[in-house]
Structure formats: C-alpha cells, structure tokens
C-alpha cells in the first residue's frame, strides 16, 4: 500500500528553526509536495521536489532524498503566523497525489 | 495566476435538501479537478477526482449517487450533496491541477457545509 508518515504535531519557539519530516512509501515517484494550511482555510503551496537536494525560497527550504523516500521542510526564523498545519504529498505513478496526515505545527513566544 | 475559486464559502441547510458548491479556475484551464472533504482536525480525504468531458472518478467508500459531480467545462466543477445529513457536515475543498510537469494543484478557498 501507498503510506506517508509525519509526526503529528510540533511545538517551536518564535525566532527559531524547526524541521519536519516526512518519508513515504508509494507506487511510483513523480514527485514531492509541502503544502500549509492554517486552521479553516485551503492549503497553499509551499514547494515542489522531484530530484534529490535542498530547495531554498526564502525562509521556507525543503529536502528530497528519493533514495531513503525522506523529505524534510525547514523553517527559519519562525513567526507567530507559521503556526499552521504543514502537509506532505507524493505524486505516485499515476499521477495521483497521496496525502500525509499533516504536520500541526505550535509557534510559541 | 493559477487561482481557484469555490462557491458559496458557507451554507447552512436543512437535513434532506441538496447543496450545490461550485468550483472555478479563474485564469486557467483545468482537464482535472478534485473534490476533497476536511473534517475538523484531520486530514485531507480525497473523494473524487473530476474530469472534463467524462464521469468523476470516485475514491472507495465515496457513494456517487450521493455527491454528484460534473464537469462541464475546462473551467467549472460543481458538487451537489444530495439528501444532505448532519453528518454530511464537513469543510469541502476543491482544487485545479496544472496540466503541466509538476503537476500541482491549487486549491479553491474551501466551502463549510453544516446540515441541520
């Protein structure tokens, strides 16, 4: 079966750097999504990886390793509007894109 | 570019009526559409995968004849609920896929059922 494993939650403190991760298991690889998702609201896009690397865009980086199925999303110099809920998404052979549960992230002062 | 729209944002009705949500792609054209329902604190679960021109394909446990869709143009996706229950109650969220490499998708704003 097809399966993405993030934790489920994570608590920070304002000003730091915190690391999520993500490793997945699926048919096929097409690809590696980090979407945000504040409470009530639509998820946006983050960042995209489909080869192996660290890919920077401000304060937001996200890591692909295609051989360990891993994944990371850094976020630097957090703010209170961080607090969000941060998902991992594999497009599989078909396409088809498979969702982790999500990541609830807390920024605390 | 690449936004998507959903309508109404919210709608309150009562138990046995059917709700239509509308789902657009403002500056782009969208082959393929997807209809995701949220409950409170959990994740994504998608529910059908929406195809211009062709009948929606719908994920396990996800009955058809209760969540119609259709999709009539490159542009609209329209989901009606029908016979709507109190426990059909849920945040339900569409999103357009880019029909280009990275295939993302971007999502509408997210409409909030709660059936009485």
């Known amino acids: 079966g097809q399966n993405i494993d993030q934790p489920t939650e994570m608590t920070a403190t304002e000003g730091a750097i915190v690391q999520i991760n993500c490793t997945y298991q699926?048919?096929?690889?097409?690809?590696l999504f980090w979407y945000q998702q504040h409470a009530g609201e639509a998820p946006t896009f983050l960042s995209y990886?489909?080869l192996d690397g660290l890919e920077e865009k401000g304060r937001f980086s996200s890591f692909l390793s295609r051989s360990k199925g891993y994944s990371y999303l850094l976020l630097k110099e957090l703010q209170m509007k961080d607090s969000a809920s941060y998902l991992c998404?594999?497009?599989?052979?078909?396409?088809?894109?498979?969702w982790g549960a999500g990541t609830k992230l807390i920024i605390k002062p | 570019g690449a936004v998507v729209s959903q309508h109404p944002s919210w709608v309150i009705c009562k138990s046995g009526t059917s709700v239509k949500i509308e789902c657009r792609s403002l500056?782009?054209?969208?082959?393929?559409m997807f209809w995701y329902r949220q409950f409170p604190k959990q994740s994504l679960m998608l529910m059908a995968t929406?195809?211009?021109?062709?009948?929606?394909?719908?994920e396990q446990g996800v009955e058809k004849d209760k969540f119609l869709i259709n999709h009539a143009s490159l542009t609209l996706s329209t989901l009606t609920v029908t016979s709507a229950h109190p426990e059909d109650s849920s945040f339900y969220i569409c999103?357009?896929?880019?029909?280009?490499?990275?295939?993302?998708?971007?999502f509408g704003p997210g409409t909030r059922l709660t059936v009485t």
């Open positions: 999103s357009a896929r880019l029909e280009r490499e990275t295939y993302e998708q971007y």
């Open positions: 500056d782009f054209q969208a082959t393929t």
């Open positions: 929406s195809n211009e021109g062709s009948k929606a394909t719908y």
């Open positions: 699926t048919s096929g690889f097409n690809g």
């Open positions: 990886n489909v």
């Open positions: 998404a594999v497009l599989d052979s078909n396409y088809q894109l498979i």
